[in-house]
């Protein structure tokens, strides 16, 4: 045995999880919509439209992909985006809602709903877009393009918006863009994921972050370490606990740390030692009691090892969880299987294959949908250099346009039908309503 090599992890849990979850997909049945949606021809008409311009579509894809740019850094991307648009007609705005990476654009005459499709273009460090961003990016663009073309020849009433969001990892750019007026107006949002599965509907927890600073008292740590105060050992205390606290929480609750600091020197006493955690749950209510439960086991260290300490949470916006809305979401799966698509319904994949998204803040203030899009097969995790390479193989070109149909479609049925719109606001309310994320994160 290599002594150097860290050993590797059973695949045994996830092969099981793999086998159940294809078995229950093989006996599910998609999200039903009661709604007529648009007429046909218009469907078809919009359907055609994105096509027309899906060589553009891939080429933006394959573009971003290349050239990948951490968020708030997105300059390239959203010129893509917004050169693209500019070469069908499209006067998008660039640097707006207070941030500089951030992108509007618009189409149709009002006096109708408003459906916006947001688009992220934001990479990760190392492994550029190990979570298809690009994907995410054209079949946005794709998407307002078909309903463009559906308000101009006056198939339908309303506006259709493309907001760019920047930093999604991580800097919660929808968060900060709502905060400045950027969703006043929106009765809708969608925008879809790519994933190694078609889902109408999968749960993302929301995350909050919380850095501790523990201050000691510096000593010489072998003549006189009983006059010092250890910061490091109360980052310990405070990881330990946490480590208890998870045997106790419900089952997708998620609390993982890191230490940044833990100081300089093995013969010094640490004076100041300091680590950061995400916090994670699937509904608001139960992230707000973690949250409180994970800073009483972090106040509890400092006060064991005589220390003080600095709390500081959401040094970047916190993400809610994602509000599902199934009305939107089964007429999502009804255009999917128009592209010869099955979304699958909740509840067949894993729940506990959740990350979290700023999308769950634009879902908590109009209805919206966040579907998954296979582009790679289940043995590909998001954020991988693996999932980076499904995200420009030819299974992500497709998604690109299977998924800029699927978002204009349903994009398109609000528009057209009163009634699905009545009743996706209803799903809403009956869900809490319009939730003031600024007032609940106080």
Known sequence: MDSH???????TYLASLRAATELAAARAEPLASAFDGAPEDVR???????????????????????????????????????????????????????LDTALRASAGRGGGPVVAVLAEYDALPGVGHGCGHNVIAATAVGAFLGLRAALEAGSVTGTALLLGTPAEEGGGGKELMARAGALDGVDVAVMLHPFSYDVAVQPFLGRRQVRVTYRGVAAHASAQPFMGRNALDAVVAGYQGVAMLRQHVPPSDRVHGIVLDGGQRPNVVPERAVAEYYVRSAAPATLADLCDRVEKVLVAAAAMTGCGYELEWDRQPAYLPIRANLELA??????????GRTALPPGVVPESLAGSTDLGNVSVRVPAIHPMLAVSGPEESLHTSGFAAAAASPAADAAVLDGAVGLALTGLDVLADPSLLEAVRAEFEAAGGVLDVEDFLS
Not at 5 to 11: C, E, K, Q, V
Not at 330 to 339: G, M, N, P, T
């Open 5 to 11: 090599r860290p050993s590797a992890p059973d695949r």
């Open 330 to 339: 089964a007429r999502w799966s009804e255009h999917q299987r128009r592209r």
């Open 44 to 98: 078809a008409a919009v359907e055609a439209a994105v096509e027309a311009v899906g060589g553009d579509l891939v080429a933006l894809s394959h573009d971003l992909h290349a050239h990948p740019e951490e968020g708030f850094a997105e300059h390239r991307s959203v010129r893509a985006l917004a050169d693209l648009l500019a070469r069908h007609g499209v006067d998008a705005q660039v640097g707006v809602h207070g």
